[in-house]
Protein backbone atom coordinates (compact mmCIF):
# COMPACT_ATOMS: atom_id res chain seq x y z
CA UNK A 1 0.00 0.00 0.00
CA UNK A 2 2.65 2.41 0.91
CA UNK A 3 4.31 1.74 -2.87
CA UNK A 4 0.99 2.89 -4.24
CA UNK A 5 0.64 5.96 -2.31
CA UNK A 6 3.70 6.83 -3.15
CA UNK A 7 3.39 5.89 -7.14
CA UNK A 8 0.14 8.10 -6.37
CA UNK A 9 1.52 11.35 -5.05
CA UNK A 10 4.25 11.29 -7.51
CA UNK A 11 1.78 10.78 -10.23
CA UNK A 12 -0.24 13.69 -9.09
CA UNK A 13 3.13 16.23 -8.77
CA UNK A 14 4.03 15.22 -12.40
CA UNK A 15 0.21 16.13 -13.37
CA UNK A 16 0.37 19.47 -11.41
CA UNK A 17 3.82 20.12 -13.19
CA UNK A 18 2.77 19.07 -16.43
CA UNK A 19 -0.59 21.38 -15.94
CA UNK A 20 1.54 24.85 -14.75
CA UNK A 21 4.08 23.67 -17.74
CA UNK A 22 1.02 24.52 -20.04
CA UNK A 23 0.61 27.65 -18.35
CA UNK A 24 4.07 28.88 -19.14
CA UNK A 25 3.89 30.97 -22.18
CA UNK A 26 6.02 32.63 -24.10
CA UNK A 27 8.51 33.34 -20.72
CA UNK A 28 8.81 29.64 -20.87
CA UNK A 29 9.22 28.92 -24.28
CA UNK A 30 11.96 31.85 -23.91
CA UNK A 31 13.58 30.35 -20.89
CA UNK A 32 13.68 26.84 -22.92
CA UNK A 33 15.57 27.88 -25.84
CA UNK A 34 17.96 29.61 -22.93
CA UNK A 35 18.92 26.68 -21.42
CA UNK A 36 19.16 24.71 -24.58
CA UNK A 37 21.30 27.65 -26.53
CA UNK A 38 23.29 27.40 -22.98
CA UNK A 39 23.64 23.48 -23.39
CA UNK A 40 25.01 23.83 -26.66
CA UNK A 41 27.61 26.15 -26.07
CA UNK A 42 28.79 24.22 -22.95
CA UNK A 43 29.04 21.49 -24.87
CA UNK A 44 31.32 23.47 -27.39
CA UNK A 45 33.16 24.88 -24.51
CA UNK A 46 33.65 21.28 -23.50
CA UNK A 47 35.47 20.46 -26.83
CA UNK A 48 37.35 23.88 -27.11
CA UNK A 49 38.93 24.42 -23.73
CA UNK A 50 40.59 20.85 -23.50
CA UNK A 51 42.00 21.47 -27.43
CA UNK A 52 42.92 25.12 -26.70
CA UNK A 53 45.12 23.87 -23.48
CA UNK A 54 46.24 20.79 -25.60
CA UNK A 55 47.68 23.52 -27.56
CA UNK A 56 48.96 26.08 -25.11
CA UNK A 57 50.74 23.23 -23.32
CA UNK A 58 52.55 22.06 -26.44
CA UNK A 59 53.31 25.66 -27.42
CA UNK A 60 54.73 26.66 -24.17
CA UNK A 61 56.86 23.18 -24.59
CA UNK A 62 58.09 23.92 -27.76
CA UNK A 63 59.20 27.61 -26.28
CA UNK A 64 61.02 25.88 -23.67
CA UNK A 65 63.18 23.97 -26.36
CA UNK A 66 64.11 26.45 -28.20
CA UNK A 67 64.96 28.51 -25.38
CA UNK A 68 67.33 25.56 -25.00
CA UNK A 69 68.67 25.49 -28.37
CA UNK A 70 69.14 28.96 -28.24
CA UNK A 71 71.36 28.33 -25.61
CA UNK A 72 73.13 25.26 -26.92
CA UNK A 73 74.13 28.16 -29.90
CA UNK A 74 74.95 30.70 -27.90
CA UNK A 75 77.35 28.38 -25.68
CA UNK A 76 79.15 27.54 -28.95
CA UNK A 77 78.10 23.70 -28.77
CA UNK A 78 77.00 21.68 -31.37
CA UNK A 79 77.66 17.66 -32.04
CA UNK A 80 80.39 17.02 -34.37
CA UNK A 81 83.73 17.97 -34.88
CA UNK A 82 86.69 16.64 -32.35
CA UNK A 83 85.09 14.31 -29.43
CA UNK A 84 85.71 16.65 -27.15
CA UNK A 85 82.88 18.94 -28.32
CA UNK A 86 80.73 15.37 -29.01
CA UNK A 87 81.22 14.19 -25.60
CA UNK A 88 80.54 18.18 -24.07
CA UNK A 89 77.04 18.25 -26.34
CA UNK A 90 76.26 14.87 -25.26
CA UNK A 91 76.61 16.11 -21.40
CA UNK A 92 74.89 19.48 -21.86
CA UNK A 93 71.82 17.43 -23.85
CA UNK A 94 71.57 14.99 -20.74
CA UNK A 95 71.63 17.46 -18.17
CA UNK A 96 69.13 19.82 -20.06
CA UNK A 97 66.69 17.90 -21.93
CA UNK A 98 67.08 13.93 -21.23
CA UNK A 99 65.43 12.56 -18.24
CA UNK A 100 61.34 12.32 -17.22
CA UNK A 101 59.12 12.70 -20.17
CA UNK A 102 62.06 12.80 -22.79
CA UNK A 103 62.49 9.47 -24.22
CA UNK A 104 64.98 10.78 -27.23
CA UNK A 105 67.54 13.13 -28.49
CA UNK A 106 68.79 13.97 -31.79
CA UNK A 107 70.35 16.55 -33.88
CA UNK A 108 70.08 16.38 -37.69
CA UNK A 109 71.91 17.86 -40.82
CA UNK A 110 70.35 19.43 -43.19
CA UNK A 111 71.37 16.88 -45.39
CA UNK A 112 69.38 14.08 -43.41
CA UNK A 113 72.23 12.31 -41.52
CA UNK A 114 71.41 11.65 -37.58
CA UNK A 115 74.54 14.04 -36.24
CA UNK A 116 73.78 12.97 -32.48
CA UNK A 117 71.22 10.90 -30.86
CA UNK A 118 71.25 9.62 -27.16
CA UNK A 119 71.15 6.14 -29.00
CA UNK A 120 74.70 5.98 -30.07
CA UNK A 121 73.52 3.19 -32.82
CA UNK A 122 71.87 5.94 -35.13
CA UNK A 123 74.90 8.65 -34.90
CA UNK A 124 75.58 8.96 -38.68
CA UNK A 125 72.75 6.83 -40.28
CA UNK A 126 70.99 9.11 -42.85
CA UNK A 127 66.91 9.04 -43.14
CA UNK A 128 64.73 10.99 -45.79
CA UNK A 129 63.54 13.60 -43.80
CA UNK A 130 59.55 14.54 -42.70
CA UNK A 131 58.13 18.01 -43.30
CA UNK A 132 58.48 18.54 -39.58
CA UNK A 133 62.18 18.33 -39.90
CA UNK A 134 62.42 20.17 -43.20
CA UNK A 135 60.57 22.88 -41.48
CA UNK A 136 63.02 22.86 -38.72
CA UNK A 137 65.80 23.06 -40.42
CA UNK A 138 64.50 25.69 -42.27
CA UNK A 139 64.06 27.92 -39.46
CA UNK A 140 60.22 26.76 -38.79
CA UNK A 141 59.66 25.32 -34.87
CA UNK A 142 57.40 22.50 -35.06
CA UNK A 143 55.34 19.61 -32.84
CA UNK A 144 53.10 16.51 -33.72
CA UNK A 145 52.63 13.14 -33.09
CA UNK A 146 55.32 10.58 -33.99
CA UNK A 147 55.48 8.44 -37.14
CA UNK A 148 56.62 5.16 -35.36
CA UNK A 149 56.53 3.26 -38.52
CA UNK A 150 59.06 5.96 -39.86
CA UNK A 151 62.24 3.33 -39.84
CA UNK A 152 64.22 6.78 -37.97
CA UNK A 153 61.71 5.21 -35.24
CA UNK A 154 62.38 2.27 -34.99
CA UNK A 155 63.91 1.31 -31.75
CA UNK A 156 61.27 4.14 -30.06
CA UNK A 157 58.66 2.10 -30.63
CA UNK A 158 58.74 0.42 -27.40
CA UNK A 159 57.92 3.60 -25.50
CA UNK A 160 54.57 3.50 -27.14
CA UNK A 161 52.81 7.26 -28.21
CA UNK A 162 54.61 9.65 -28.28
CA UNK A 163 55.35 13.76 -29.22
CA UNK A 164 58.03 14.79 -31.40
CA UNK A 165 59.34 18.58 -30.99
CA UNK A 166 61.59 19.59 -34.31
CA UNK A 167 63.73 22.82 -32.96
CA UNK A 168 65.99 24.41 -35.64
CA UNK A 169 69.64 25.39 -34.45
CA UNK A 170 70.39 28.41 -35.67
CA UNK A 171 74.02 30.04 -35.38
CA UNK A 172 74.38 33.82 -33.61
CA UNK A 173 73.93 35.32 -37.48
CA UNK A 174 70.96 33.25 -38.09
CA UNK A 175 71.83 30.46 -39.82
CA UNK A 176 70.32 27.23 -39.23
CA UNK A 177 73.32 24.68 -38.30
CA UNK A 178 70.72 21.67 -37.80
CA UNK A 179 67.79 20.74 -35.98
CA UNK A 180 66.95 19.12 -32.72
CA UNK A 181 64.09 16.53 -32.61
CA UNK A 182 63.08 16.03 -28.70
CA UNK A 183 60.58 12.91 -28.27
CA UNK A 184 58.53 12.58 -25.33
CA UNK A 185 55.43 10.07 -24.33
CA UNK A 186 52.33 11.38 -24.15
CA UNK A 187 50.81 9.61 -21.30
CA UNK A 188 51.88 12.41 -19.40
CA UNK A 189 50.22 15.39 -21.37
CA UNK A 190 47.37 12.69 -21.89
CA UNK A 191 46.57 12.43 -18.42
CA UNK A 192 46.95 16.58 -18.06
CA UNK A 193 44.36 16.87 -20.48
CA UNK A 194 42.01 14.42 -18.73
CA UNK A 195 42.44 15.87 -15.71
CA UNK A 196 41.38 19.52 -17.34
CA UNK A 197 38.71 17.62 -19.51
CA UNK A 198 37.05 16.21 -16.78
CA UNK A 199 37.25 19.29 -14.47
CA UNK A 200 35.56 21.06 -17.64
CA UNK A 201 32.51 18.67 -17.65
CA UNK A 202 31.84 18.98 -14.66
CA UNK A 203 32.26 22.73 -13.71
CA UNK A 204 29.57 22.96 -17.41
CA UNK A 205 27.84 20.13 -15.78
CA UNK A 206 27.18 21.92 -12.40
CA UNK A 207 26.49 25.02 -14.02
CA UNK A 208 24.27 23.57 -16.28
CA UNK A 209 22.17 22.02 -13.74
CA UNK A 210 22.04 25.24 -11.52
CA UNK A 211 20.66 26.82 -14.63
CA UNK A 212 18.28 24.64 -15.20
CA UNK A 213 17.03 24.78 -11.82
CA UNK A 214 17.03 28.36 -11.52
CA UNK A 215 15.13 28.53 -14.84
CA UNK A 216 12.78 26.08 -13.99
CA UNK A 217 11.73 27.46 -10.64
CA UNK A 218 11.25 30.62 -12.51
CA UNK A 219 9.52 29.18 -14.97
CA UNK A 220 7.27 26.99 -13.13
CA UNK A 221 6.84 30.06 -10.74
CA UNK A 222 5.75 32.64 -13.53
CA UNK A 223 3.10 29.89 -14.72
CA UNK A 224 1.80 29.42 -10.94
CA UNK A 225 1.02 33.68 -11.02
CA UNK A 226 -0.26 33.14 -14.04
CA UNK A 227 -2.63 30.47 -13.50
CA UNK A 228 -3.77 32.23 -10.13
CA UNK A 229 -4.72 35.09 -12.21
CA UNK A 230 -6.46 33.24 -14.98
CA UNK A 231 -8.50 31.83 -11.80
CA UNK A 232 -8.62 35.21 -10.19
CA UNK A 233 -10.33 36.70 -13.62
CA UNK A 234 -12.63 33.48 -13.58
CA UNK A 235 -13.67 33.93 -10.31
CA UNK A 236 -14.82 37.43 -10.97
CA UNK A 237 -16.80 36.42 -14.18
CA UNK A 238 -18.32 34.15 -12.13
CA UNK A 239 -19.89 36.89 -9.62
CA UNK A 240 -20.46 39.49 -13.28
CA UNK A 241 -22.40 36.08 -14.41
CA UNK A 242 -23.99 35.60 -11.48
CA UNK A 243 -24.90 39.03 -10.42
CA UNK A 244 -26.17 39.37 -14.31
CA UNK A 245 -28.77 36.06 -13.50
CA UNK A 246 -29.54 37.74 -10.20
CA UNK A 247 -30.77 41.12 -11.77
CA UNK A 248 -32.36 38.94 -14.55
CA UNK A 249 -34.78 37.45 -11.60
CA UNK A 250 -35.52 41.31 -10.21
CA UNK A 251 -36.36 42.23 -13.63
CA UNK A 252 -38.18 39.26 -14.27
CA UNK A 253 -40.22 39.94 -11.60
CA UNK A 254 -41.10 43.48 -11.49
CA UNK A 255 -42.22 43.51 -15.09
CA UNK A 256 -44.16 40.15 -14.22
CA UNK A 257 -45.73 42.32 -11.39
CA UNK A 258 -45.94 45.78 -12.11
CA UNK A 259 -47.23 45.50 -15.80
CA UNK A 260 -47.91 42.19 -16.80
CA UNK A 261 -50.63 42.18 -14.09
CA UNK A 262 -51.89 45.60 -14.95
CA UNK A 263 -52.12 44.43 -18.38
CA UNK A 264 -54.39 41.36 -17.31
CA UNK A 265 -56.53 43.75 -15.81
CA UNK A 266 -56.53 46.04 -18.49
CA UNK A 267 -57.64 43.25 -20.95
CA UNK A 268 -60.31 41.44 -18.61
CA UNK A 269 -61.83 45.00 -17.91
CA UNK A 270 -61.90 45.72 -21.84
CA UNK A 271 -63.17 42.04 -22.62
CA UNK A 272 -66.15 43.04 -19.54
CA UNK A 273 -66.69 46.19 -21.25
CA UNK A 274 -67.38 44.66 -24.67
CA UNK A 275 -69.75 42.79 -23.23
CA UNK A 276 -72.09 45.09 -21.64
CA UNK A 277 -71.98 47.79 -24.83
CA UNK A 278 -74.53 45.66 -27.32
CA UNK A 279 -75.06 46.85 -30.69
CA UNK A 280 -73.16 50.02 -31.11
CA UNK A 281 -70.71 48.71 -34.16
CA UNK A 282 -68.15 51.79 -33.83
CA UNK A 283 -67.93 51.45 -30.07
CA UNK A 284 -67.36 47.67 -30.33
CA UNK A 285 -64.57 47.74 -33.33
CA UNK A 286 -61.98 49.84 -31.02
CA UNK A 287 -62.71 48.28 -27.97
CA UNK A 288 -62.16 44.99 -30.08
CA UNK A 289 -59.06 46.82 -31.77
CA UNK A 290 -57.85 47.42 -27.68
CA UNK A 291 -58.37 44.38 -26.74
CA UNK A 292 -56.25 42.57 -29.64
CA UNK A 293 -53.36 45.64 -29.13
CA UNK A 294 -53.17 44.19 -25.23
CA UNK A 295 -53.02 40.89 -26.32
CA UNK A 296 -50.46 41.53 -28.79
CA UNK A 297 -48.37 43.70 -25.81
CA UNK A 298 -49.15 40.57 -23.49
CA UNK A 299 -47.61 38.23 -25.98
CA UNK A 300 -44.42 40.54 -26.52
CA UNK A 301 -44.11 40.91 -22.70
CA UNK A 302 -44.07 37.30 -22.40
CA UNK A 303 -41.55 36.62 -24.93
CA UNK A 304 -39.06 38.96 -23.42
CA UNK A 305 -39.81 37.81 -20.14
CA UNK A 306 -38.93 34.10 -21.49
CA UNK A 307 -35.75 35.63 -22.54
CA UNK A 308 -34.79 37.42 -19.44
CA UNK A 309 -35.70 34.30 -17.54
CA UNK A 310 -33.71 31.63 -19.71
CA UNK A 311 -31.06 30.01 -18.52
CA UNK A 312 -31.48 26.79 -20.59
CA UNK A 313 -27.26 26.07 -20.03
CA UNK A 314 -27.06 25.58 -16.26
CA UNK A 315 -30.78 24.23 -16.52
CA UNK A 316 -31.11 21.50 -19.56
CA UNK A 317 -27.40 21.40 -20.23
CA UNK A 318 -25.01 22.44 -23.30
CA UNK A 319 -26.31 19.75 -25.69
CA UNK A 320 -30.26 20.72 -25.06
CA UNK A 321 -29.82 24.45 -25.08
CA UNK A 322 -28.23 24.77 -28.39
CA UNK A 323 -31.00 21.89 -30.07
CA UNK A 324 -33.19 24.47 -28.31
CA UNK A 325 -31.84 27.52 -30.17
CA UNK A 326 -31.59 26.20 -33.13
CA UNK A 327 -34.91 25.23 -33.69
CA UNK A 328 -36.04 28.58 -32.30
CA UNK A 329 -33.80 30.15 -34.68
CA UNK A 330 -35.15 28.30 -37.75
CA UNK A 331 -39.29 28.20 -36.64
CA UNK A 332 -38.51 32.10 -36.06
CA UNK A 333 -36.86 32.30 -40.03
CA UNK A 334 -36.19 31.04 -43.39
CA UNK A 335 -33.01 29.86 -42.80
CA UNK A 336 -31.84 26.27 -42.82
CA UNK A 337 -29.89 25.60 -40.13
CA UNK A 338 -27.61 22.43 -39.56
CA UNK A 339 -26.43 21.36 -36.12
CA UNK A 340 -23.41 19.21 -35.25
CA UNK A 341 -22.16 18.44 -31.88
CA UNK A 342 -19.49 16.28 -31.16
CA UNK A 343 -18.74 17.00 -27.48
CA UNK A 344 -16.80 13.69 -26.06
CA UNK A 345 -17.74 15.01 -22.21
CA UNK A 346 -20.06 17.84 -20.78
CA UNK A 347 -18.66 20.87 -20.25
CA UNK A 348 -19.33 22.91 -17.35
CA UNK A 349 -21.73 25.42 -17.12
CA UNK A 350 -19.27 28.58 -17.35
CA UNK A 351 -17.63 27.14 -20.37
CA UNK A 352 -21.19 25.95 -22.11
CA UNK A 353 -22.45 29.42 -21.42
CA UNK A 354 -19.64 31.46 -23.04
CA UNK A 355 -20.11 29.25 -26.07
CA UNK A 356 -23.60 29.79 -25.95
CA UNK A 357 -23.61 33.28 -25.65
CA UNK A 358 -21.62 33.72 -28.60
CA UNK A 359 -24.02 31.35 -30.43
CA UNK A 360 -26.97 33.88 -29.43
CA UNK A 361 -24.99 36.56 -30.81
CA UNK A 362 -23.79 35.15 -34.35
CA UNK A 363 -26.98 34.06 -34.81
CA UNK A 364 -29.09 37.48 -34.24
CA UNK A 365 -25.94 38.99 -36.50
CA UNK A 366 -26.78 36.40 -39.30
CA UNK A 367 -30.50 37.13 -39.28
CA UNK A 368 -30.28 41.09 -38.89
CA UNK A 369 -26.70 41.60 -41.73
CA UNK A 370 -26.02 38.51 -42.95
CA UNK A 371 -28.72 37.98 -46.04
CA UNK A 372 -28.06 34.11 -45.81
CA UNK A 373 -30.34 31.32 -46.75
CA UNK A 374 -28.49 28.63 -44.88
CA UNK A 375 -26.32 28.68 -41.47
CA UNK A 376 -23.90 25.40 -40.51
CA UNK A 377 -23.69 25.51 -36.81
CA UNK A 378 -21.13 23.47 -35.36
CA UNK A 379 -19.75 22.26 -31.54
CA UNK A 380 -16.74 19.94 -30.43
CA UNK A 381 -14.17 19.72 -28.16
CA UNK A 382 -10.32 18.46 -28.77
CA UNK A 383 -8.42 17.53 -25.36
CA UNK A 384 -7.82 21.18 -23.84
CA UNK A 385 -10.41 23.04 -24.91
CA UNK A 386 -14.54 23.86 -26.38
CA UNK A 387 -15.14 25.10 -29.90
CA UNK A 388 -18.00 26.68 -31.68
CA UNK A 389 -17.84 27.21 -35.38
CA UNK A 390 -21.18 28.97 -37.00
CA UNK A 391 -20.55 29.84 -40.96
CA UNK A 392 -23.39 31.38 -43.19
CA UNK A 393 -23.35 31.72 -46.97
CA UNK A 394 -24.57 35.61 -46.62
CA UNK A 395 -23.18 38.39 -47.94
CA UNK A 396 -19.88 38.43 -45.94
CA UNK A 397 -18.64 40.62 -43.03
CA UNK A 398 -17.79 44.27 -43.47
CA UNK A 399 -15.35 44.07 -41.03
CA UNK A 400 -16.96 46.19 -38.16
CA UNK A 401 -17.41 44.67 -34.88
CA UNK A 402 -20.82 45.80 -32.86
CA UNK A 403 -21.11 45.87 -28.79
CA UNK A 404 -22.41 42.47 -28.82
CA UNK A 405 -19.55 40.93 -30.68
CA UNK A 406 -17.13 42.92 -28.32
CA UNK A 407 -19.01 42.20 -25.23
CA UNK A 408 -18.99 38.22 -26.40
CA UNK A 409 -15.46 38.56 -26.94
CA UNK A 410 -14.41 39.98 -23.79
CA UNK A 411 -16.21 37.23 -21.87
CA UNK A 412 -14.32 34.90 -23.90
CA UNK A 413 -10.85 36.67 -23.60
CA UNK A 414 -11.49 36.16 -20.04
CA UNK A 415 -12.37 33.04 -19.76
CA UNK A 416 -8.94 32.45 -21.24
CA UNK A 417 -10.34 31.82 -24.65
CA UNK A 418 -11.31 33.71 -28.21
CA UNK A 419 -13.05 34.85 -30.75
CA UNK A 420 -12.97 35.35 -34.61
CA UNK A 421 -15.05 36.75 -37.08
CA UNK A 422 -13.83 36.18 -41.04
CA UNK A 423 -15.22 36.81 -44.25
CA UNK A 424 -14.76 33.54 -46.35
CA UNK A 425 -13.26 33.34 -49.36
CA UNK A 426 -15.46 31.20 -51.20
CA UNK A 427 -18.72 33.92 -49.37
CA UNK A 428 -20.38 34.37 -46.31
CA UNK A 429 -18.93 34.50 -42.74
CA UNK A 430 -17.34 32.56 -40.50
CA UNK A 431 -17.59 32.54 -36.64
CA UNK A 432 -15.35 30.89 -34.59
CA UNK A 433 -15.29 31.05 -30.35
CA UNK A 434 -13.53 28.75 -28.32
CA UNK A 435 -12.38 28.27 -24.29
CA UNK A 436 -10.79 25.88 -22.48
CA UNK A 437 -12.10 22.86 -20.40
CA UNK A 438 -12.34 22.64 -17.24
CA UNK A 439 -12.63 26.18 -16.42
CA UNK A 440 -15.11 26.96 -13.46
CA UNK A 441 -15.27 30.15 -10.96
CA UNK A 442 -14.35 29.38 -8.01
Known amino acids: MAAVDRLTRIRGTVRVLFTEWREIGWVGKAALVGIIASAMIAVALGAWIPSSARRHLLESQTDIMSSVASDFAAEGLFPGGDTDAHVAFDEEVRLRLLGGETVRVKVWSPDGVILYSDAETLVGQAFE ?36 YF ?139 RLLHRNEVEDVGVLAAFAELVESNATETELDIDLDIDLDTETSSVVGGALFSAAEEG ?80
Open 129 to 164: LTTSASEALAGIPSYNSSDLSDPAHAIDREHGALIE
Open 167 to 305: IPIKAPGGTVLGAFEVEQQADSLDQTLGHIRRGVRASIGVGLGALTVFMASLTLAGARVANRRRRHAEDLLGQVLGAREEERHQVVGMLHDDIGQALYRLHYRLEGTRSKVGDPDVVEEELANLAELVSEIDGTLRSEL
Open 363 to 442: LINVRKHAGAKSVRVRLWSDPTRANLEIVDDGSGTTGGEGIGLATTRGRLDALGGGLSVKRRRSGGTSLRAWVPLGVEPE
